[in-house]
């Protein structure tokens, strides 16, 4: 069956930076555009950013844009989300995702598969 894991996440002050990554079996990686989602506690699940299947197209919500950057290794079937400049406002549980849509996927219902979430805390 298909799985996404994601590594652990962690506690960082602000202005620090994390790196995720996410491991995917079960599916043919390359087949598959990937992104990252967040979920604050009382929010709605939203979009981080997105890579194509190839790696060649990304995307990212303005919130994050410039800060963090999502990169893919098909040859490991990983994809990454290194954020830098942490705000407390990055604090949320971070999920991959993986679609089997072409071009890049901005909302949760194009996503076929999801890993189970990690904890990303900054503190002020």
């Known amino acids: 069956q298909v799985q996404l894991v994601e590594s652990r996440g962690g506690l960082v002050q602000a202005g620090g930076s994390l790196r995720l990554s996410c491991a995917a079996s079960?599916?043919?990686?390359?087949?598959?555009?990937m992104g990252w989602f967040r979920q604050a506690p009382g929010k709605e699940r939203e979009f981080v950013a997105a890579?194509?299947?190839?790696?060649?197209?990304?995307d990212y919500a303005d919130s994050v844009k410039g800060r963090f950057t999502i990169s893919r290794d098909n040859a490991k079937n990983t994809v990454y989300l290194q954020m830098n400049s942490l705000k407390p406002e990055d604090t949320a549980v971070y999920y991959c995702?993986?679609?089997?849509?072409?071009?890049?996927?901005?909302?949760?219902?194009?996503?076929?598969?999801w890993g189970q979430g990690t904890q990303v805390t900054v503190s002020s």
């Open positions: 995702a993986a679609t089997g849509d072409y071009g890049l996927g901005y909302v949760t219902n194009r996503y076929d598969y």
């Open positions: 079960g599916l043919t990686f390359g087949s598959y555009a």
């Open positions: 890579i194509s299947r190839s790696g060649g197209s990304t």
